[in-house]
């Protein structure tokens, strides 16, 4: 941490600082400049923390210079890690897609979506039963039956089953279906639910808020990996900002920063990205070529009839696009595709 | 809802959406201009959700024109409402200030902190004792511990006690000692959370989530009343925006805009909007004088040595000015303080 | 400025920048943490921005610790300043109320919106002849000719005149009819037209940009008082941000963060912040609450047949209703209500 | 446009809407719901605008269905447009590299970018001489002498030369040098100089401003076209939103919107987007994969003492990177790298 003294903090001031932070066992270099003064201290910022030093007399304002998460950062683990969800590789050198329905209505449309995402080079299939939405008014999934619906096309297909959890009660019971448990972006610091993932032999699938720094974003995973799991695969999906042609606006560069501070995995989310059809083959490829280590799409077999976000779901042709897309893209990036463990029986 | 066409779609696509829209039991007007055919719907917006009519054969978009929540509405309920807190009111009539420290430490801290609120014309009493932070190493607070300190502090001071709930398996709990339950900013969208406070019979205070619209917030107080709680306060607390000389920007304007779509009591927390201890008291002139309902504010006896968010809570001198400000704005603004119903013991 | 090395930076890389600076001209301190060194830079920063330090290896970043404006800084000057347009006096003491049409349209339309404005508590008059409109199709304005009706209502109403200049080329014959100069929020970083404005003798009313943080629109002034020009007036006018209730947000915290900041005096405009004729009155009292020095305001005798941005113009009832908000909140705030020099004859 | 009436509004208020519209040449449809009326409108939307509908009695608020530009917008010519610059295309079908200096310094430094810029692809070459900085005290550029050094190189090298033109009273002088002049970001709504480069025959590239949306960056290119230039290239730089860790957000998702609702070619700036060299190429890949018809990249021989923005600029090594980046993208995207017309002869 760095201490800016204000303009006319006299010497008594700076003096206290430095005697603060030596009592809570840290040390602190003065530098006097010309206009300013700071302090540059040294040992556990968490001690310092407590000290509230912008509120002492003289201070202008305190800078962290250290990052607040530790067990995700590439400081602490510098090789990027490898996650595996039922076996299927999400990390450097695959491409791994997640794809299927946003909610799940039926056996035959989960299993259609499953067996559609297949063909388009998904080796995990999604789709959920407990559905976060804005209103309380439109569709809230179908809960453990939808659970159920997703295990009986996992045996099918043989893709693991990725579904979001949005109640700290209900963590064990979701688990018990699936391979990959999602914590989706309005969810990404309802802390008691991050530490209830953070808890089980699951790996976990953490959305970025859509308005949350990349910082906040891995002290979210932090709140997991603290807890026991590093399971944890990062998923970028937009971010609010003042721009309304797009649901949400895709934050590229959050790929390769967040590659960069963590050695977790980073998949994009293009579908919810941009909220239309018509942009998540570009986002897709975008999303491939900026470095991702994953996607995870929309798809469904009749999207004028889906009961949730029908008018971002993928079908028919823009699947094979979407299979072209990745497997060109893939190994001009050194990857390649990630195949599930157990080949599709059904397909 | 409104259904633009897109320029060159054919009078085949403009009578498919019309047949749809009737078919689902409403009824379209079609209205062509020079560059652009758009369809009204009237009827039940809920129905014709499930149409997916974005995805249709030469639709360009759909426009909604109503709101998304009907409970929380003026147009469900013209007359604004005044929630009542351990007898203390709060809308129109009234300016009614909660103030207290951000986290509860100690008995003697909080009890020092109550009296100091007190004096400075809070009728409530605020104190965090289940503290979301973004990171996990920061201070999480003291959990049922401090509850019973709250309450301990209630019985001595007269005053109602207003505290969060993280997570929806302690609602009870902390209902049990508390007057008022608060859902933090970044829970606004945790909606089995939002359901879990709907459902019992304390009041509600709802924090703006810190990128949610107001239409967003609404929307995550409708999941309250839907459970049958209509006693929800709306607090705004700012927003994420560029400027980095603040924690959040307040949005001022969403006292006036809230109040306008909505019956509920709207009150502002000029302490976490700004984060910043001499900011406080502009902006809480500014939000009384914008129209809001009340108040919530940090105080603490000791700010260098709070474990949380010490640099934005008022201390001595500080509490003397906000009393000043209460009392001077809040007859121009045709309302009077709100009193404790029970009279403070200690002091 | 202090260099934050990298976690491996090695001694001699960190050795690297202290001798660069020192061959700057400069010194610095260097405190060797736990995971992080950093070093402090003592001496004048714009001699260590040409080094780009934070390109040199072992270097993770640079922070910025002082304030890239000097002249308009209150670090530099402590007393704030108090402008003076056509003689009437906007700083610390008075509430100084500009009010107008926001465009020019007849002789008739602008000398009843400048009786209207005066007898609102109005002691200058703005009026616009150039309109920056987002598109080309808008009513642009009047030029000259709107310029030579605002002179004449300013003979007849004895009222200053405030207009935009949107062009280097025409600043001298926008400034032959104006008693203080305005730059719209689309051309705050107009550098240009900053430079030209700076280099005549006449007040400049710099509104920040929608997108600017409070520094940039800082060192936007620092522009026009390095040319010499040091009469400038900041305008808050909202931000850009995802709320779309509002045409912009009013960042009613960048009242007292500028005010603090720079000695300049500090205005609002609740008109184009909220864009709504419904908001005009709550946001002027929470910007006189908030401590602004003024406020610029739109009036228009027929807003229903304005040329321009008539959906927020106030008029007849509107306007006894905002000179109530301002008569009765200087006095708590310490002001009186500043007065034109010359008495209005046509009143 | 759709007028939406509100809750309460009577059939009176209702035919008074419609009546106006009838009056000023237009049509209205009325549309009858359980809780809104809406009255579609059908004709001309400059003629309805001055009808100020939003601010009659009984309409709640008026929604645009049409776009604000014409010249510029697909609906008007479908096909995509090829401009040229010195012979060299950009738009569909080629990929077009601009490549440089941020600011010319020397002859010999911007010669030596130049052929760096050619062995990494580029077939344009960009070079700053007027420097719009947020800061007076920044570098404020070369100005003629560095357009002359521009000119110099083209002639040694073969490359077209694009250039920044920032005030309306040297649009023709910097002509005079240029074959493209670009509109800065902070420029994009300074209106005066978009008619000045509307009305002289040279290319132009208009940066979007960096809180503009989509539609208000096409409407400034309307702004240019309106006055004869159709020559007009779009460029995406990030925009500002709350993340920190960037400069910038790349809206990648930017480039296929506005490719859809434009003819006009788009090309990404990777460089000022993220402001870090290390994402440099990641970004550049993902706008050639999301579409983009060209790039726009800092290159400088000496990053580390460079006059403006040396941590962004490229340099050795990272332009093979790039070279192999854009050659192996390319073809996958349909495109063909550009090429000057006349061969470097310096290299």
Known sequence: MVVVMAPGA??????????????????????RGVSR????????????????LGSRSGVLRVMRVSVPYKLVSREHHPARSVIRVGGVPIGPGTLSVIAGPCAVETPEQTLEAALMARAAGASMLRGGAFKPRTSPYSYQGLGEAGLRILADVRAETGLPVVTEVIDPGSVEMVASY?????IGARNMQNFALLQAVGAIDRPVLLKRGFSATVEEWLSAAEYIAQRGNLD?????????????????????????VAQQLSHLPVIVDPSHSGGRRDLVLPLTRAAVAAGADGLIIDVHPRPRTALCDGDQALTDADLRELADAVTGLAPLMGRVLAEPVQPAVAA
Do not use: H, K, W, Y
Request: contains cysteine; hydrophobic residues 50%; aromatic residues 4%.
């Open 10 to 31: 006299t010497p008594a001031e700076v003096q206290a600082v430095v005697d603060l932070v030596r009592a809570a066992g840290g040390d602190a270099f003065v530098s």
């Open 37 to 52: 003064t700071i302090v540059g201290l040294v040992g556990d910022v968490a001690d310092f923390d407590a000290l509230n």
């Open 178 to 182: 699936a391979d990959m448990l999602q």
């Open 232 to 256: 944890i695969v990062l998923c970028e999906r937009g971010i609010r900002t003042f721009e309304t042609a797009t649901r949400n606006t895709l934050d590229i560069s959050a790929v390769p």
